[in-house]
């Protein structure tokens, strides 16, 4: 279905960085009206903002040649693609479409955007070199409020789309701060790249049920825990979504926050951090009726109180530990006020809440990603994978819950 184009829109931002000419071209289409001039003018704040900065991320810590192929040291878009959308249904079709990693030239005509005389040059997801995401990765896009698509083999330009709908339910619409902590952060993407973060794309994980040994029971506190095939195959699917954020991903988002507060963004970060651990907070809330929900079902027989409690814990897990990857990048940057207000808050509003074994997983996953390099090679990443899927398997193992992590590293070609 073809949308309307209420807004089109070009702007010019000076800069003088090398490679930028006369500098960088805003280009704005928008699907909506109401509130679509404070999303360009924080998108404009945030190019401001890194044209002038030269990234710390980009010392060398290699050889020069191995640095420059990698390492990005300024601000490199001649062009910026600002959408501005209802919903980012537009972006989900093209990718249910298989078009990633191939050309989205055509979200423009999609949107009722005429031609301009020289088309834009072809653009791609930054998981350029993965396969085209699967229906049910491009629908979670729906549920984003900002996301950045572009093509790490050419920099000229990139694609912002910004996601009214997401932002109204997440409450950043109207919040001017939180706006330039969402776009800085998905513009670092591409500048925080580095040898950790590309190795972190050649990192594939399989995850599989451990079957209690026959006539090995163990004591109470370790045996392991039988759920019904109704409750473990969601649960194993929730298992592997958190292990990949939390252990494929986590480099790049790592880079990409510390990025941000490097670049002068520190304050609108901060307080989308704030915002998210508020929303925490009051979600918390809803465990109270997971909690009932999990009783009945112990006390018609359908779960063990032990497995009761397991799918609990996990629930746990998956909705707070990724928490982590915000916290951890403000000690990268040397932010340690910021850092601590951020844990103040969710030692007071969520943690009391929640299982025991969650805080102590926090804090192990916020240590190793405190402590994480930017030079590492595959087989080194690979060791520090292998770390942060022990902080789950150890959570979980407490709690008779047995299975098996196997992270790898993909063959090249």
């Known amino acids: 279905m073809t949308r309307t184009v209420r807004h089109f829109s070009l702007h010019r931002i000076a800069g003088a960085r090398p490679g930028l000419g006369e500098g960088t071209e805003l280009r704005v289409v928008a699907d909506v009206e109401a509130g679509v001039l404070p999303v360009i ?14 990234f710390r991320n980009s010392k060398p810590v290699l050889s020069p040649a191995e640095v420059s192929g990698v390492r990005i040291p300024y601000w490199p878009h001649r062009w910026v693609t600002l959408f501005v959308l209802e919903d980012l249904q537009p972006l989900v079709r093209q990718l249910r479409l298989g078009v990633a990693p191939a050309s989205l030239t055509t979200l423009g005509p999609a949107l009722g955007h005429p031609r301009r005389g020289e088309p834009a040059r072809g653009q791609a997801l930054w998981l350029r070199n993965r396969q085209p995401l699967s229906p049910e990765s ?3 896009l729906e549920y984003r409020p900002v996301v950045n698509v572009y093509d790490l083999a050419d920099l000229t330009g990139c694609n912002i789309f910004a996601n009214r709908r997401a932002m109204v339910e997440q409450g950043y619409w109207d919040d001017p701060l939180a706006l330039r902590g969402l776009l800085a952060h998905e513009h670092a993407h591409p500048l925080a790249e580095n040898e950790t973060a590309r190795a972190s794309r050649q990192l594939q994980l399989e995850i599989q049920w451990k079957e209690e040994e ?4 163990g004591d109470a506190e370790t045996r392991t825990v039988t759920l019904p095939h109704l409750h473990r195959v969601p649960m194993l699917q929730v298992l592997a979504s958190l292990a990949e954020k939390l252990c494929l991903y986590a480099p790049r988002e790592i880079f990409a926050n510390e990025v941000t507060i490097q670049s002068g ?30 009783r009945q ?14 799918v609990l814990l996990v629930g746990d897990l998956s909705g707070y530990l990724d928490l982590a990857l915000e916290v951890a990048p403000f000690y990268r940057a040397g932010r340690v006020a910021d850092a601590g207000s951020l844990e103040t808050a969710l030692q007071t509003t969520v943690f009391p809440h929640l299982d025991r074994l969650v805080p102590q997983a926090f ?51």
């Not at 003018?41 to 030269?54: C, F, H, K, L, W």
């Not at 026959?214 to 029971?217: D, F, N």
């Not at 520190?266 to 925490?280: E, F, K, Q, T, W």
């Open 41 to 54: 003018q924080a998108e404009e704040a945030v190019i401001r903002g890194y044209i002038s900065t030269e």
């Open 138 to 140: 491009a629908a979670a």
């Open 214 to 217: 026959p006539g090995r029971r």
């Open 265 to 294: 963004f520190a304050d609108g970060l901060l307080h989308l951090n704030l915002r998210n651990v508020d929303n925490a907070g009051r979600s918390v809330s809803g465990r109270d009726a997971l909690v009932q929900q999990l």
């Open 297 to 310: 079902e112990a006390a018609q027989g359908n779960l063990t109180p032990a497995a009761a409690d397991l």
């Open 363 to 413: 804090a192990d996953l916020r240590d190793r990603y405190i402590d994480l390099r930017t030079d590492l090679t595959g087989p080194e990443l690979l060791l520090w994978g292998q770390g942060v899927l022990d902080t789950l398997t150890g959570a979980s193992a407490e709690k008779g819950l047995k299975i098996a992590y196997r992270l790898s590293l993909m063959a090249d070609g």
